[in-house]
Structures are given as C-alpha cells and as structure tokens.
Nanobody, 113 residues
Framework: QVQLVESGGGLVQAGGSLRLSCAAS????????MAWYRQAPGKQREFIAL???????KYADSVKGRFTISRDNAKNTVYLQMNSLKPEDTAVYYC???????WGQGTQVTVSS
C-alpha cells in the first residue's frame, strides 16, 4: 500500500524559510517522478515542483529560484526547501507520485506579512 506523509508545514513570517518532507512507503521515490503541489483557499491545486527518477527537476515560474526539490534515497523521502517565502505562498502543500498517481494528505503552510 502506498503512503505519502508530508510534514514540516507551519507558520512563518514573510522572507522566512521552511523545509517540507514527504516520507514514502510502498514505493521507491528514486523510481518515481515525485512532485509537490499546493492549493490555496478558493483556488485550484497547482503544480510547484517535480523531480524525476534520473534527478531532473522542474519548477513553476512562481517559485523558481526560491524553492528547491530534492530527495534522500536512503530515507525514501522527498523534500521541498522553501526560501524567501511570501504571503501568496500560503496554501496546503501536497506530495504526489506522478508515476503511480498517489497523493499525500497535505501540510499547511502559512506565511504572514
């Protein structure tokens, strides 16, 4: 059974940083295209970043240069390092395996101005 468990969300001031984690079980993250999405209140869920099995990364323009996706194969975990956070980054952040189409439960990130 596939499980993706996000953690690391919280409340941070604008300009601050957070690191989100996505611990996977039932899949091997290095064999999957793993991605982060977010959904703000009243808005559609949107793509943020992904990392492919060969380590290639892709980012949404809105986070390029501020967010970094990475993975730790030994821990079977994917990370999202978020720097220079803005109030508009406030959302629930979700981890997803784009390969097997599983979502995590999400973690709330709130950026205060």
């Amino acid at each position: 059974q596939v499980q993706l468990v996000e953690s690391g969300g919280g409340l941070v001031q604008a300009g601050g940083s957070l690191r989100l984690s996505c611990a996977a079980s039932g899949i091997i993250v290095s064999d999957n295209t793993m991605a982060w999405y977010r959904q703000a209140p009243g808005k559609q869920r949107e793509f943020i970043a992904l990392i492919t099995s060969d380590g290639s990364t892709k980012y949404a323009d809105s986070v390029k240069g501020r967010f970094t996706i990475s993975r730790d194969n030994a821990k079977n975990t994917v990370y999202l390092q978020m720097n220079s956070l803005k109030p508009e980054d406030t959302a629930v952040y979700y981890c997803r395996s784009n390969t097997v189409h599983y979502w995590g439960q999400g973690t709330q990130v709130t950026v205060s101005s």
